[in-house]
């Protein structure tokens, strides 16, 4: 448990409570869950409306994941509205989670969505560091639950699942066009959208240290110190947070309150592959060679499943003149994506529940 960080400025507080009232948010059937008369007609075509429920799930997922069907393909940075993920047949977790509740509902049968718990996972992307949330499509059918998971990997328990509601899925939707917009440098679009996730889920950590990095990035260090505190008032064990506002003292010259949070912050950074990777890119371009060998060997051994990370790292060792490891870090990029050719063959359904 990490120690509680200073009283949040009371000035900034307001201001950020105030920036979060003015603006607009969408109604989730507008936003989220909308379907086109397009859409609803193939829905109708390929799963008959008169079916059971358990007729009609199957179907349904079937309909949009075979491979022969519609294929949607799982995509991280695609944060899309159902119509879009129909169209594009493409997605990342929520867009598909999206698309099956609309769908669902539409059948006139039972969907919502829930948050997984999962252990910290990083992604790098643009030099920005994302820790994901999982969510995935539930309902009952019956007395049997349900679950649509698109990520099997990260499949969990009845306990580790927590339903949220509509509302709550939207402000996730809008946190991730804040992630996407910041990806792209418009940390004003990405100020916007976190201030409409939290307008609709204030206690959501996750949504808070989004905004202050953003706030960071433009020079609003009040804002950003305000919402890096607000995150850790709601869950004390944000490490992202902590590791940010840590930053945030550092770059200002703060050393005597970061040093309250350093050796917690260098604990986290330990367990981020990402991290390594970018401190061996930056020592081979000083030259430091042996300790930009070290760092690529702990991001290589911590993470599992990203390939982009291993073609990153077989990159870098191509600059250490490394051709084993470079080779090595190749096929276990490959051999990952075998792995995820496999899994879309397969249920993606939680097998722990109804299986599809």
Known sequence: MLSA????????????????????????????????????????????????????????????????????????????????????????????????????????????????????????????????EHIVAAGKLGQTEYVVDFLPEFAGTEKQ??????????????????VEAMVTGDNSDGIYKSLQGLQLWQDNANIWNNLGTAYRRIGETE????????????????????????????????????????????????????YHLQLGDMQITQGKLELARKNLQRAFRLEKDDPLLFDALAEAYNRLNDPTSSSASSKRAEKIRQKERLRKLQSMVNPGQLVL
């Not at 402000?171 to 991730?176: D, Q, R």
């Open 223 to 274: 804002l950003a110190e305000a919402s890096y505190r607000r995150a850790l008032m709601h869950n004390r064990d944000n490490y992202s947070a902590l590791s940010n506002l840590t930053q945030l003292y550092l770059l200002n010259g703060r050393d005597e309150e970061a040093d309250r949070y350093l050796t917690t912050v260098s604990r986290y950074y330990r367990r981020n592959p990402y």
């Open 5 to 132: 960080p200073p009283e949040i400025d009371p000035i900034a507080d307001a201001e950020l409570t105030q920036r979060i009232a003015g603006v607009a948010v969408g109604h989730p059937e507008a936003v989220l869950l909308p379907l086109s008369e397009e859409v609803r007609q193939a829905l109708v075509a390929r799963v008959d409306p008169n079916w059971g429920d358990l007729r009609k799930c199957k179907h349904l997922s079937a309909f949009f994941f075979d491979a022969d069907e519609m294929n949607i393909q799982y995509h991280a940075w695609s944060t899309l509205d159902p119509n879009n993920t129909f169209y594009k047949r493409q997605g990342n977790c929520l867009s598909m989670s999206s698309l099956f509740v609309a769908a669902a509902r539409y059948l006139d049968f039972d969907g919502y969505f829930q948050t997984v718990k999962v252990s910290p996972s990083w992604s790098h992307e643009g030099n920005t560091m994302i820790r994901y």
């Open 161 to 178: 699942r927590s339903r949220i509601s509509d509302e709550q899925a939207l402000a996730l939707y809008y946190s991730n066009l804040a």
